[in-house]
């Protein structure tokens, strides 16, 4: 069975089953559910614990299905963890969490933690992690996405009794935060703990955050084109600093940006070739929140602006790479910057009829 994180809590209240599998990519995340489990089994008596960590390909898996039937002369309940960090359990280790998964059912003496990243399609859908969600319980951790980030904030700061003020300054404060931690979760966690720290309970005022805050964001260059297809400028222009301040190369940020335009472009042309627009979109990859941006922009894009975006884009394709171009700025953060910019304000042009 699959439990989303918010479901864990009160899953764990009606009592332990005895197979878990943690997957995903935020690790602030994966670790509060794996200690949550593990804080509900010492409360039921499984009292040793033995990790194993899947290294590659030539893991010894014997050591971990032996641990399952063995129990030492002072506990009578155990933990067994298996970490694969590569999500690629190999054709051995396959087969052992399938015979693992299987055992799972009937065995009330150990608890199976496995910990596994963020797996694509085809891992989900394979053998051996079917058998484990099929017989345990599976649990993906999300990462928090910028949009859902302040809500997420302030839950966190419901749980030590803080809260922001209400109406328009709170969601300023909570903006304001969200911008200062994104994209690094596990310092936006350590950033609400400072503020118990520093505060009592109670309201918290924008110059408190202000003042507590720091600016730990972590930019992703792939969340660029969330930014820029969303038309946020603001958020543009402090993803691009953060980049280049990060020392991200120039080129995957261009590519990015540029891929963005062309792909508008091939869209725009397979429409007016008489292809409706989610055949246009399935043709050419685009789906899920790529997909609901696309639909929101492309009725404001013409041919001539997406002529004079391709134009530019090859003119930054120079830049980044050493050559000077009239008019245009010779640093390549600057012409990036500008380029970006362009297609914000593109992306937010009033929709063409």
Request: glycine share 8%; charged share 25%.
């Amino acid at each position: 069975m699959q439990l989303a994180a918010a479901q864990l809590e009160a899953h764990l209240q009606k009592g332990l089953k005895a197979l878990y599998v943690i997957h995903g990519d935020e690790p602030l995340l994966a670790q509060e559910a794996a200690d949550a489990i593990r804080a509900a089994a010492r409360l039921q008596g499984y009292t040793e614990r033995s990790s194993y960590t899947v290294a590659g390909a030539h893991f010894d898996w014997s050591a971990v299905l032996a641990a399952g039937g063995s129990l030492s002369l002072f506990a009578e309940r155990q933990i067994v963890e298996i970490r694969v960090p590569s999500g690629k359990p190999g054709k051995d280790g396959s087969a052992a969490l399938q015979q693992i998964a299987e055992a799972a059912a009937g065995n009330d003496s150990t608890l199976t933690l496995v910990l596994l990243p963020r797996l694509d399609k085809a891992t989900r859908t394979g053998a051996w992690f079917a058998a484990l969600e099929n017989h345990g319980v599976s649990l993906p951790v999300e990462t928090i996405e910028r949009a859902a980030l302040p809500q997420w904030i302030a839950q966190r700061l419901a749980r030590q009794a803080q809260r922001v003020k209400g109406g328009e300054e709170g969601q300023r404060t909570l903006q304001f935060f969200a911008d200062r931690v994104e994209g690094n979760l596990l310092a936006a966690h350590q950033e609400i703990q400072k503020l118990a720290l520093l505060y009592p309970a109670g309201e918290l005022g924008w110059e408190q955050v202000e003042a507590a805050v720091n600016n730990v964001a972590r930019y992703d260059v792939f969340k660029l084109s969330e930014a820029v297809l969303g038309g946020n400028p603001q958020r543009v222009a402090r993803m691009l600093d953060g980049l280049q301040a990060e020392g991200e190369a120039e080129v995957l940020v261009h590519y990015t940006l540029a891929e963005d335009i062309r792909a508008l472009k091939r869209v725009k042309d397979a429409m007016s070739a008489g292809r409706p627009l989610p055949m246009a979109l399935r043709e050419n990859r685009i789906w899920g929140p790529r997909e609901r941006a696309f639909e929101r922009v492309l009725p404001r894009l013409d041919e001539r602006a997406l002529a004079r975006l391709l134009r530019a884009a090859h003119v930054v394709d120079g830049i980044v790479k050493g050559l000077k171009q009239p008019d245009w700025p010779a640093s390549g953060w600057q012409a990036l910057q500008r380029l970006a910019l362009m297609l914000c304000r593109a992306c937010t042009a009033p929709a063409r009829g």
